[in-house]
């Protein structure tokens, strides 16, 4: 009997891939076999912590009494609904042929900790080895195998994906608890879920203190350029509109002196290449993608058209050994509206100077999200994948380009004592900025440039001489108040996270930021299905639900601080510079300092909806929700009430998004105080893919189900 290696792949569109490539044709039940190999697939996580209860009775009432719940080891159970596949695995590798076991999930920490926890729980103790890539072509993936690394390089991913979940297990499952029976109301906390939260509703407190004020501005026109009224290196903000007035009849029909004209010659640099927080950031902006999409849409031009390379990285670099395959990534871009300035970059030439693109000690895990050697079909994209496709190959060809190269010149002019400056640019060179004139409309139109002086009109100009001042005009300016975050600034935000604190070493430590690249899309859907913050058009709005666990969730929670510094070492433990035991021990100290603070708390739960309907029982407000079959429920916001009235009244059924297929799981949730309530959650399937997707839907379900029955 030959034997055969087992391939354990994250999904299973990611399973035929790897099956196709490596020649196994004979699909069975959960896996596909050939000659060699035997591939089968997770479906995301099919093992996970096991819940309070498993570890002691007194933890499987929610109560005050039994917190903080610190077992000394979290342990691992087989997920109830994705149990099947599992089993399959799990004889997969009792075969007596099966003697090599290849990792093939996600090149990240959570696809490490999904394939080990797997391998754990299987009891597989044979030969374990790493398939590590950065793109999806048949090409990557055979040098891929022919390359594979030995697993034990992994073991610090694995240890930082377990300390990262005990620290979100020990910290979410303690806080929420505490905070839901300390206040009487469903209130669900975590470690990075929290401190997002309260940068926006931050945000929504700093608008509401602030107070409007306007000011005037002063433009004066000289026929061939106009100049704004200066105050050293600003323009002059006039408070009041009387003195504006003054300052405006004073100038005008008067004439300037010329007191200095100088130029100088500015080069700007083409952008870094992605990662992914920054194509979020962009796709956001420009597109008005949610980052969630972004991710969705990312996944499938990275997975299924093979066209781009690994989306969840944090670099925006390259390595050395991708330079000589940039003529052919070039290449596979032939056929494509870029095709013109790629085909003459192959064969003139592009930029030389690529030190700042290629960094190996800023290539961790994964380069920049650049395009792959596999040559692009545009018919086979739809409308969004092209979109983002787009926005990916325009900013690689830019990174390949020359710089923009232009003359800035200032002309300060002087009238009675006040100095007029006007700012202006002569192109000499547009590189990089010209590569968007091949972009499609939609991004063309993100593009905005400086205001461009023609060249001949400055050599007219001379030091020492007067200018006829034409109209001037007082331009009143509203002081806005800050704006809301829209997916694209919260990202930013929670990247920067460093940028809200005070101290300047812990500011050092919070370079990583809030939650990591890969996960961000999540948290902000979570808050969203958690109704703490709703979709405002663009803007990212917080509920007075999110705002009222924000004011009663402990400060060190909320604070960046805290959450910035464990995923710093969480990043240490995988590089084997911190320990698992140490970090682990300083969570289970910081929970017990969070349960404590909130069991001394004062406060009570009292969140201020505008117009809200009242519960007839016990009088609490109740808040709105809209199902997945358009209904609203108005819930009362009491935990130990907890009652619920549906609205006859449906929404219009194109308001629902996703079609209902017939797909019934049952879960069960224990809730506040002992209630066992069942939950059926309807959940839509289309393909296979999307499987995952239901599993997400359905345990994201705990936290938003809708009561059908009590027993
Ligand atoms: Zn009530």
Avoid at 381 to 388: M, R
Avoid at 413 to 436: E, M, P, Y
Avoid at 563 to 581: N, P, Q, V
Avoid at 658 to 681: D, E, L, N, R
Wanted: glycine share 4%; net charge neutral; proline share 3%.
């Amino acid at each position: 009997m030959s034997s055969k290696a087992f391939v354990l792949a994250e999904k299973p569109s990611v399973a035929r891939e790897l099956a196709k490539v490596l020649g196994a044709r004979s699909s069975q039940k959960g896996y596909i076999e050939g000659d060699s190999y035997v591939v089968s697939w997770a479906l995301g996580h099919l093992v996970e912590l096991a819940e309070p209860a498993h570890y002691a009775d007194a933890f499987r009432r929610w109560s005050l009494s039994s917190l903080p719940m610190l077992p000394s080891k979290l342990e691992q159970m087989v997920m109830e609904g994705t149990k099947e596949q599992f089993e399959i695995i799990a004889t997969l590798l009792k075969r007596k042929d099966i003697s090599t076991l290849i990792i093939a999930t996600d090149a990240g920490r959570e696809g490490e900790l999904v394939a080990r926890w797997i391998i754990k729980k299987a009891g597989w103790n044979k030969e374990i080895k790493r398939l590590w890539i950065s793109s999806q072509t048949k090409s990557a993936i055979e040098e891929g195998f022919a390359h594979l690394q030995d697993a034990s390089l992994y073991e610090g991913l694995y240890r930082a994906g377990e300390a990262r979940s005990a620290a979100d297990w020990y910290v979410g499952m303690n806080v929420t608890r505490a905070l839901t029976c300390r206040y009487d109301a469903k209130l669900s906390a975590g470690r990075v879920q929290t401190p997002t939260l309260a940068l926006i509703t931050s945000k929504e407190d700093e608008r509401e203190a602030f107070l409007g004020s306007s000011y005037w501005t002063i433009r004066a026109n000289f026929g061939l350029f106009s100049a704004s009224v200066y105050e050293g290196e600003e323009v002059m903000k006039i408070e009041s509109e009387e003195t504006s007035k003054e300052i405006v009849s004073l100038l005008e029909n008067n004439s300037a002196l010329i007191s200095s004209i100088e130029t100088n010659e500015r080069k700007e640099e083409p952008p870094l290449a992605y990662d992914l927080t920054e194509l979020q950031r962009d796709a956001n902006t420009i597109l008005s993608f949610s980052a969630k999409e972004t991710l969705d849409v990312l996944q499938k031009l990275y997975e299924v058209h093979k066209i781009v390379s690994y989306p969840r990285t944090d670099s925006r670099y390259i390595t050395k050994d991708i330079v000589p395959t940039i003529p052919s990534r070039l290449r596979a871009l032939s056929h494509t509206e870029f095709g013109q300035v790629t085909d003459m970059y192959v064969k003139d030439g592009y930029r030389e100077d690529l030190g700042r693109f290629v960094v190996e000690s800023k290539v961790t895990d994964h380069h920049a999200i650049i395009p792959t050697e596999q040559p692009v079909v545009l018919s086979r994209l739809n409308e969004k994948e092209k979109a983002l496709w787009s926005l990916i190959a325009l900013r690689f060809i830019q990174v390949l380009s020359k710089d923009y190269v232009y003359d800035s010149t200032l002309i300060t002019l002087s009238c009675d004592s006040f100095t007029l400056k006007s700012r202006s640019v002569v192109k000499k060179q547009n590189g990089w900025r010209d590569i968007i004139a091949f972009a499609p409309d939609d991004i063309k139109k993100s593009e905005v440039l400086d205001d461009a002086l023609d060249d001949g009109l400055i050599g007219s100009l001379t030091e020492g001489s007067k200018l006829p001042i034409g109209k001037v005009r007082a331009k009143k300016v509203n002081i806005t108040p800050p704006l809301r975050y829209t997916e694209a600034t919260l990202l930013s935000a929670m990247e920067h996270a460093g940028r809200f604190v005070e101290d300047s070493e812990i500011k050092k430590d919070l370079k990583g930021g809030i939650g990591t690249p890969a996960t961000r899309a999540e948290i902000i859907e979570k808050l969203i299905s958690n109704h703490y913050i709703e979709r405002e058009g663009r803007y990212l709005v917080p509920t007075p639900y999110g705002r009222e666990l924000v004011r009663l969730a402990p400060d060190m929670l909320q604070s960046p601080e805290l959450t910035g510094i464990w995923e710093k070492r969480l990043t240490a433990i995988s590089e084997g510079e911190d320990s698992y035991d140490v970090f682990i021990s300083d969570i289970k100290e910081k929970t017990k300092e969070l349960v404590r603070t909130i069991k001394l708390s004062n406060e009570s739960f009292s969140p201020s909806f505008e117009g809200a309907k009242k519960c007839p029982h016990c009088k609490s407000d109740m808040m709105k929700n809209i199902d997945e079959l358009g209904r609203v429920h108005n819930l009362c916001l009491s935990l130990s009430c907890s009652y619920e009235e549906v609205e006859t009244k449906k929404l219009k059924k194109e308001a629902i998004t996703a079609p209902v297929v017939k797909m019934k799981t049952v879960a069960t949730a224990t809730s506040g105080q002992t209630k066992k309530v069942i939950v059926k959650k309807k959940a839509v399937k289309h393909r296979e893919e999307d499987y995952e997707t239901v599993i997400e839907v359905v345990r994201q379900s705990k936290l938003q189900f809708r009561k059908e029955s009590f027993k």
